[in-house]
């Protein structure tokens, strides 16, 4: 399959809102700059649909000897819009039977782009699927009004109430980095898009019922062309719920004839198996199905299979076929003795089926890991503690230093981590999220918090603040003075601390869901209006801490001076500690991190990107907090020296270092706090994950990508970009049974 010449152009990334119409086929005529818009986006948009198409039929199993089933026409598999007005008679456009000669794309364009396929595991249906998305494909770059193939896997819908058009939207931006504002529009018109919905089967049977009433909902209002893929069991059993559809085929078991012309042509030398074959009817049976049929050609080429008397039922054949043709895969490649053993191979690979069945899901990327796949409560109280407690130590570090940050992190961490542990080691069976709202949530992590680490350093920093001023006033404060100040910063830092715990560990995302408490930041989009939006909450929530810090400010000036300079000194800092939260809520606000999935990435790329994209958050915030801090503060001494003690010079002198330490301290302090918001939490989460799964024995390797390459290698996985899967959901359905219960 080779790749058309356009995709020399295709360095297009999606950013910006739509404008004007994507199918250019009638009404207001847009200029030509949106025109050149459109084509841009609808460029790299084929450029990633071609890139998952290439992928993914270049790497299927069987497909170099895909045999061309029989397919049967089924008219009372859909829902027919006009079954009850048209008569049978009249219905000429529909196929009563498919010529042996049609392609399934003659079959798609035959049922008015609409279409169902039916089949048991291993008949081909993806491929057919992807064979059709090809094909548009082709029609798309030639011709702009045709619509663009979209391929999209069921089993990620898992919900009964959100809309198709909602759902369709997340998996756009997730699978094809493609932002909502561009999405939303191009679905609403129509024609735009050709749905290819590949496992209906998949979907978790409780979902399976609203997935299927949510695609006619949708296929009413806004999706004309769409195709759709199920094994026959599931979708009969929703009877008597159907998909609105205009066509319905099925793939047909493989006969007797075509099986033998298949081995007659292609492995001819296979004697042995063409008498099996005659010989056992269990392995006929089997041998109906092309993919079971491939393995069979791929066992059969190792030992001499013998007394297959001895299975009784067509599963246990088919497992023993698997197990030959996994033996074959291995002695295929020349065993690397510093490499993985066969046995801890096979032992991995059927742990990561296990996992991926569970969810379900049938693409494994590595960022996904999450801590619902440690299987015991234990695992998972460790998990919580641990990757709290390093996030505290993290947290603390920035503040201070690191004997501070240690005896501060360990209390902070533990009390939080036995929090989230007790929740994760006793998940609900049904939702398995924290029992407790977020607002809640977050009051509990910012007690938490604030009682363990922020009274601890208040205390700290309110005796340097009263040393300070000991000196500054020749030791005229008395002790008392000395108790109000402490206990005055203590509840401050308790305050402020809390906050800051209370958004790092139960905030939005964090610490909600045993099945998604980590989540990648692949990309940062800066938005003017959450800037603004942020610049509104910061000043908002900012007024109480800013009014306990200016009026403990003006105190301390107080015993230094009188008149009116504690009250001009008390409204500086309010103004100085207002300006601060504006400005620090209105970066947090602006800057939003998405999770997105890149077909064209290798693996681990999401985990590198947020990485990166911590570092550039946190340094840019870093660098921006800490100069406009750093200028205010200065300004601020200049004129409380000024007022107070009548010295502006001296004023002038001290503001330039303090400044400047003020600056370096905070900068460090708010880009720090920004890296792990954005990002660096979840990295210190996903490698505390990856450490445990590796000590218990599940992982065979801390750098999880080297086994799976290896395993790839062995063609027991495919890679495509930065995911796997394995060649066959038959296969992975095999491996998950060889996992002990």
Known sequence: MSSPTIYNVYNTHFHGPVYGSVSTGGGDTPSSTDQNQDLTYR?????????????????????????????????????????????????????????????????????????????????????????????????????????????????????????????????????????????????AQKEVFLWLLDGLDEVEPEYQKSCVMAINEFRTKYGRYMVISSRNQAYYALHPLQLELEEAIQFQPLNLTQIDLYLTTVIPELTILREHLEQYPLLRELAQNPLM?????????????????????????GRFLFQQYTEQMFSRVRPDPKSFSKEKTIEALAWLAKKMSDQPQSDFWLEDMQPSWLKTSRQRWWYALISRITTSIVLELIWGGPVMALLLGLLSGTGIGAIVGYRFAHPSPHVQKLTFARRRSFLIMALVGGLTSGIVAGLITGGIIFLLLQLASEGKLSFQHGVVIIIFWGFVL???????????????????????????????????????????????????????????????????????????????????????????????????????KIEDSFPGKALQDTLKNAAKAGVAVGVISGITISMIVASLIVVVFGLMVDQWLLGILVASPVGIMMGITMGRTIGGFVALWYGGIDLVQHHTLRLLLWLDGELPAYRYVNFLDYATERILLKKVGGKYSFHHRLLQEYFATCYPP
Not at 127 to 148: M, S
């Open 43 to 187: 460029r790299a948009l084929l450029a990633k649909v071609y890139q998952l198409i290439e992928g993914v039929l270049a790497k299927s199993l069987h497909n170099a000897t895909a045999i061309n089933l029989e397919r049967k026409i089924i008219p009372n598999a859909v829902n027919y819009p006009w079954s009850n007005i048209i008569p049978e008679s009249h219905k000429s456009h529909r196929l009563a039977s498919v010529p042996i000669d049609y392609r399934i794309t003659d079959i798609y364009e035959h049922g008015n782009q609409a279409l169902l396929i039916l089949g048991e595991p291993g008949s081909g249906k993806t491929t057919a699927l992807l064979e059709i998305a090809y094909q548009a494909h082709l029609l798309a770059l030639e011709y702009p009004t045709r619509p663009i193939p979209v391929y999209l896997n069921l089993s990620y819908w898992r919900t009964n109430t959100d809309s198709f058009l909602d759902w369709l939207v997340v998996q756009m931006e997730k699978q094809y980095q493609v932002p909502p504002d561009v999405s939303q529009p191009w679905i």
């Open 293 to 317: 049929l491939y393995v069979m050609v791929v066992a059969y080429q190792g030992e001499d299979l013998r007394n297959l008397q001895q299975f009784d039922s067509v599963d246990e054949l």
């Open 494 to 596: 308790f305050v402020v601390r809390g906050v800051i715990y209370g958004l790092i560990f139960g905030g939005p995302d964090r610490g909600q869901d045993i099945r998604a408490d980590i989540q990648t930041r692949e990309n940062l989009v800066w938005s003017l209006d959450g800037a603004l939006g942020g610049f509104r909450a910061g000043i908002t929530t900012g007024l109480f801490v800013s009014s306990l810090i200016s009026i403990g400010v003006a105190i301390a000036a107080s015993f230094l001076s009188e008149g009116v300079v504690p009250v001009i000194v008390c409204i500086s800092i309010f103004l100085v500690a207002e300006l601060t939260y504006g400005l620090f809520g209105g970066l947090i606000g602006g800057l939003h991190g998405k999770k997105l």
